[in-house]
Protein backbone atom coordinates (compact mmCIF):
# COMPACT_ATOMS: atom_id res chain seq x y z
CA UNK A 1 0.00 0.00 0.00
CA UNK A 2 2.93 2.44 1.25
CA UNK A 3 4.39 1.56 -2.54
CA UNK A 4 1.59 2.47 -4.21
CA UNK A 5 0.48 5.75 -2.37
CA UNK A 6 4.52 6.35 -3.45
CA UNK A 7 3.88 5.87 -6.89
CA UNK A 8 1.30 7.68 -6.94
CA UNK A 9 2.16 10.69 -4.94
CA UNK A 10 5.29 10.97 -7.72
CA UNK A 11 3.23 10.39 -10.38
CA UNK A 12 1.09 13.50 -9.83
CA UNK A 13 3.95 15.53 -9.01
CA UNK A 14 5.65 14.71 -12.44
CA UNK A 15 2.55 14.97 -14.03
CA UNK A 16 2.16 18.59 -12.31
CA UNK A 17 5.55 19.59 -13.52
CA UNK A 18 5.12 18.44 -16.84
CA UNK A 19 2.07 20.50 -17.23
CA UNK A 20 3.50 23.29 -15.78
CA UNK A 21 6.57 23.08 -17.52
CA UNK A 22 4.39 22.64 -21.24
CA UNK A 23 2.25 25.69 -20.84
CA UNK A 24 1.16 27.97 -23.71
CA UNK A 25 2.51 31.58 -21.71
CA UNK A 26 2.64 35.24 -22.61
CA UNK A 27 4.59 37.51 -20.86
CA UNK A 28 6.68 40.47 -20.81
CA UNK A 29 10.34 41.71 -19.53
CA UNK A 30 12.71 43.97 -19.26
CA UNK A 31 16.61 45.04 -17.74
CA UNK A 32 20.06 45.97 -18.01
CA UNK A 33 22.12 45.53 -20.87
CA UNK A 34 25.75 45.09 -20.80
CA UNK A 35 26.72 46.31 -24.08
CA UNK A 36 30.37 46.80 -25.80
CA UNK A 37 31.29 46.55 -29.77
CA UNK A 38 34.10 44.35 -30.76
CA UNK A 39 36.66 44.47 -33.75
CA UNK A 40 38.28 47.46 -35.52
CA UNK A 41 38.84 50.83 -33.98
CA UNK A 42 37.84 49.81 -30.55
CA UNK A 43 41.26 49.65 -28.53
CA UNK A 44 40.08 52.49 -26.29
CA UNK A 45 36.41 51.87 -26.23
CA UNK A 46 34.73 50.59 -23.02
CA UNK A 47 31.36 48.91 -22.71
CA UNK A 48 27.86 50.95 -22.38
CA UNK A 49 25.30 50.05 -19.83
CA UNK A 50 21.83 50.38 -20.94
CA UNK A 51 18.38 48.70 -21.24
CA UNK A 52 15.89 46.48 -23.05
CA UNK A 53 12.13 46.23 -23.10
CA UNK A 54 9.60 43.99 -24.79
CA UNK A 55 7.22 40.80 -24.95
CA UNK A 56 7.51 37.10 -25.56
CA UNK A 57 5.42 33.79 -25.92
CA UNK A 58 6.12 30.48 -24.84
CA UNK A 59 5.47 27.44 -27.15
CA UNK A 60 5.71 24.07 -25.79
CA UNK A 61 6.81 21.83 -28.11
CA UNK A 62 7.27 18.56 -25.53
CA UNK A 63 7.15 17.99 -22.15
CA UNK A 64 10.70 20.01 -20.95
CA UNK A 65 11.02 21.85 -24.57
CA UNK A 66 9.49 25.23 -25.55
CA UNK A 67 10.14 27.76 -28.44
CA UNK A 68 10.11 31.25 -27.28
CA UNK A 69 10.02 33.99 -29.94
CA UNK A 70 10.43 37.99 -28.30
CA UNK A 71 9.83 41.25 -29.25
CA UNK A 72 12.43 43.53 -27.66
CA UNK A 73 13.45 46.94 -28.06
CA UNK A 74 17.33 46.93 -27.15
CA UNK A 75 19.89 49.64 -27.14
CA UNK A 76 23.59 48.70 -27.97
CA UNK A 77 26.62 50.69 -28.67
CA UNK A 78 29.99 51.26 -26.72
CA UNK A 79 31.87 54.38 -24.73
CA UNK A 80 35.44 55.86 -25.99
CA UNK A 81 37.72 57.81 -24.20
CA UNK A 82 40.66 59.56 -25.57
CA UNK A 83 43.10 62.13 -24.26
CA UNK A 84 46.65 62.99 -24.76
CA UNK A 85 49.59 65.63 -24.54
CA UNK A 86 52.24 66.97 -26.27
CA UNK A 87 54.90 69.93 -26.10
CA UNK A 88 56.63 72.00 -29.02
CA UNK A 89 57.61 75.41 -28.99
CA UNK A 90 57.65 76.31 -25.56
CA UNK A 91 53.54 75.32 -25.81
CA UNK A 92 52.33 72.08 -24.09
CA UNK A 93 48.99 71.06 -26.29
CA UNK A 94 46.21 68.80 -23.99
CA UNK A 95 43.13 66.96 -25.38
CA UNK A 96 40.65 65.12 -24.06
CA UNK A 97 37.60 63.37 -26.06
CA UNK A 98 34.71 61.15 -24.83
CA UNK A 99 32.05 59.63 -26.88
CA UNK A 100 28.96 57.05 -26.52
CA UNK A 101 27.76 55.26 -29.37
CA UNK A 102 24.15 54.15 -29.24
CA UNK A 103 23.05 51.61 -31.21
CA UNK A 104 19.11 51.26 -31.02
CA UNK A 105 17.30 48.32 -32.23
CA UNK A 106 14.50 46.03 -32.82
CA UNK A 107 15.31 42.79 -32.12
CA UNK A 108 13.50 39.43 -32.61
CA UNK A 109 15.60 36.50 -30.64
CA UNK A 110 13.80 33.10 -31.38
CA UNK A 111 14.90 30.69 -28.52
CA UNK A 112 14.73 27.34 -28.05
CA UNK A 113 13.84 26.64 -24.17
CA UNK A 114 14.81 23.04 -22.48
CA UNK A 115 13.63 23.06 -18.54
CA UNK A 116 16.26 21.31 -16.63
CA UNK A 117 13.74 20.94 -13.34
CA UNK A 118 10.54 22.66 -12.60
CA UNK A 119 11.14 26.60 -13.25
CA UNK A 120 15.05 26.02 -14.19
CA UNK A 121 15.71 26.22 -18.07
CA UNK A 122 18.66 27.01 -20.11
CA UNK A 123 17.99 28.44 -23.83
CA UNK A 124 19.88 29.08 -26.76
CA UNK A 125 18.89 30.14 -30.55
CA UNK A 126 19.36 32.97 -33.52
CA UNK A 127 18.78 36.60 -32.95
CA UNK A 128 17.61 38.82 -35.55
CA UNK A 129 18.04 42.76 -35.06
CA UNK A 130 16.66 45.84 -37.18
CA UNK A 131 18.74 49.09 -36.55
CA UNK A 132 16.16 52.01 -35.67
CA UNK A 133 18.49 54.76 -34.29
CA UNK A 134 22.25 55.78 -34.43
CA UNK A 135 23.63 58.08 -32.54
CA UNK A 136 27.27 59.62 -31.34
CA UNK A 137 27.17 62.15 -27.92
CA UNK A 138 30.60 63.71 -28.04
CA UNK A 139 32.56 65.48 -25.43
CA UNK A 140 35.94 67.48 -26.31
CA UNK A 141 38.12 69.68 -24.74
CA UNK A 142 41.47 71.14 -25.31
CA UNK A 143 43.63 73.70 -23.96
CA UNK A 144 47.13 75.17 -24.89
CA UNK A 145 49.52 77.02 -22.54
CA UNK A 146 52.59 78.80 -22.50
CA UNK A 147 54.50 81.72 -21.36
CA UNK A 148 51.93 82.39 -17.96
CA UNK A 149 48.84 82.07 -20.54
CA UNK A 150 45.96 78.95 -21.23
CA UNK A 151 43.73 79.19 -23.98
CA UNK A 152 40.80 76.29 -23.52
CA UNK A 153 38.39 75.23 -25.98
CA UNK A 154 35.38 72.62 -25.66
CA UNK A 155 32.55 71.15 -27.84
CA UNK A 156 29.78 68.76 -27.14
CA UNK A 157 26.90 67.81 -29.00
CA UNK A 158 25.28 64.77 -30.68
CA UNK A 159 25.93 63.24 -34.52
CA UNK A 160 23.39 61.21 -36.33
CA UNK A 161 25.59 58.31 -37.50
CA UNK A 162 23.13 55.85 -39.18
CA UNK A 163 24.28 56.03 -42.57
CA UNK A 164 27.44 54.41 -41.12
CA UNK A 165 26.00 51.55 -39.91
CA UNK A 166 23.66 48.54 -41.02
CA UNK A 167 20.41 47.87 -40.93
CA UNK A 168 20.83 43.83 -39.92
CA UNK A 169 22.18 42.59 -37.60
CA UNK A 170 22.40 38.72 -36.78
CA UNK A 171 23.10 37.32 -33.07
CA UNK A 172 23.39 34.27 -31.65
CA UNK A 173 21.85 33.90 -27.69
CA UNK A 174 22.44 31.97 -24.69
CA UNK A 175 21.45 32.05 -21.07
CA UNK A 176 19.17 30.62 -18.62
CA UNK A 177 15.51 31.45 -16.60
CA UNK A 178 14.11 30.72 -13.23
CA UNK A 179 10.25 30.90 -13.24
CA UNK A 180 8.20 31.29 -9.51
CA UNK A 181 5.15 29.59 -9.33
CA UNK A 182 3.13 32.62 -9.63
CA UNK A 183 5.01 33.63 -12.84
CA UNK A 184 7.59 36.00 -11.94
CA UNK A 185 11.04 35.38 -13.65
CA UNK A 186 14.70 35.99 -13.68
CA UNK A 187 16.73 35.37 -16.76
CA UNK A 188 20.35 36.26 -17.86
CA UNK A 189 21.13 35.82 -21.42
CA UNK A 190 24.50 36.66 -23.48
CA UNK A 191 24.28 37.47 -27.41
CA UNK A 192 26.73 37.27 -29.91
CA UNK A 193 27.42 39.67 -32.62
CA UNK A 194 27.32 37.28 -35.88
CA UNK A 195 27.40 39.91 -38.58
CA UNK A 196 29.55 43.07 -39.39
CA UNK A 197 27.30 45.94 -38.28
CA UNK A 198 29.74 49.12 -39.62
CA UNK A 199 28.89 50.59 -43.66
CA UNK A 200 31.95 52.08 -44.49
CA UNK A 201 30.47 52.06 -48.05
CA UNK A 202 28.49 55.63 -46.79
CA UNK A 203 31.68 56.80 -44.50
CA UNK A 204 32.68 60.72 -46.14
CA UNK A 205 36.30 59.27 -46.97
CA UNK A 206 36.71 57.65 -50.23
CA UNK A 207 38.34 54.19 -50.90
CA UNK A 208 38.80 54.06 -46.74
CA UNK A 209 39.53 50.23 -47.23
CA UNK A 210 42.38 50.83 -49.55
CA UNK A 211 43.63 53.82 -47.17
CA UNK A 212 43.97 51.25 -44.86
CA UNK A 213 45.86 48.40 -47.30
CA UNK A 214 42.55 47.25 -48.39
CA UNK A 215 41.31 46.03 -45.13
CA UNK A 216 38.06 44.59 -44.58
CA UNK A 217 37.25 46.14 -41.57
CA UNK A 218 34.77 44.37 -39.05
CA UNK A 219 32.62 45.27 -35.67
CA UNK A 220 30.09 43.33 -34.04
CA UNK A 221 27.56 44.01 -31.39
CA UNK A 222 27.95 41.85 -27.85
CA UNK A 223 26.11 42.29 -24.93
CA UNK A 224 25.30 40.41 -21.28
CA UNK A 225 21.26 41.07 -20.85
CA UNK A 226 19.93 40.66 -17.17
CA UNK A 227 16.26 40.71 -17.27
CA UNK A 228 12.96 40.41 -14.68
CA UNK A 229 9.89 39.64 -16.16
CA UNK A 230 6.38 38.01 -15.97
CA UNK A 231 4.52 35.50 -17.92
CA UNK A 232 1.11 34.26 -17.75
Known amino acids: ?23 FRIGFKGGVNFASVGGDFTDNSNGRTSFHIGGLVEIPIM ?8 LMYSSLGNSNEDSGSESYGGLTYSYKEESDLKLDYISIPIMAKYYIIDGLSVEAGPQVSILIKAESEYDYSETVSG ?35 FGLFFSARYVIGLSNVNDFNNYEIEDLEDFYDGKEFKNTNNVLQLSVGYSF
Do not use: H
Open 147 to 181: GGETISNSESGTDDVKELFKTLDLGFGIGGSYRLD
Open 1 to 23: MKKLLLFAAFAAFTFTTAKAQSE
Open 63 to 70: EKLAVQPE
